[in-house]
């Protein structure tokens, strides 16, 4: 069992930055997979970024490219999104999430932290 704690969420205005934070105890983090996804109001969860637990490659969304950026500290347990150049549709609760695989689909991941929630002013 692996248990995921956000934090780091806020309100900021559009061109601004904010730093998330997932928090991961349990098994052995360095095995994991770690993925950030969002949820806005009315959509359907969506795939922001991902990391892998060997290499630390990464991935993102075509949407955040370029102004996201996300990292692991295998000896934190901790799993970050650094997130510039903010605008009002990056409005959404951003859930962090783990599993062994990894991949861009919400199914892909077992595990999920409860969210944290990201409000872009105009």
């Known amino acids: 069992q692996v248990q995921l704690v956000e934090s780091g969420g806020g309100l900021v205005q559009a061109g601004g930055s904010l730093r998330l934070s997932c928090a991961a105890s349990?098994?052995?983090?360095?095995?994991?997979?770690m993925a950030w996804f969002r949820q806005a109001p009315g959509k359907e969860r969506e795939f922001v970024s991902a990391?892998?637990?060997?290499?630390?490659?990464?991935y993102y969304s075509d949407s955040v490219k370029g102004r996201f950026t996300i990292s692991r500290d295998n000896t934190k347990n901790t799993v970050y999104l650094q997130m510039n150049s903010l605008k009002p549709e990056d409005t959404a609760v951003y859930h962090c999430?783990?599993?062994?695989?990894?991949?861009?689909?919400?199914?892909?991941?077992?595990?999920w932290g409860q969210g944290t929630q990201v409000t872009v002013s105009s």
């Open positions: 999430a783990a599993d062994e695989r990894l991949g861009t689909l919400r199914d892909v991941y077992k595990y």
């Open positions: 349990g098994r052995t983090f360095s095995n994991y997979a």
């Open positions: 990391i892998s637990w060997r290499f630390g490659t990464t």
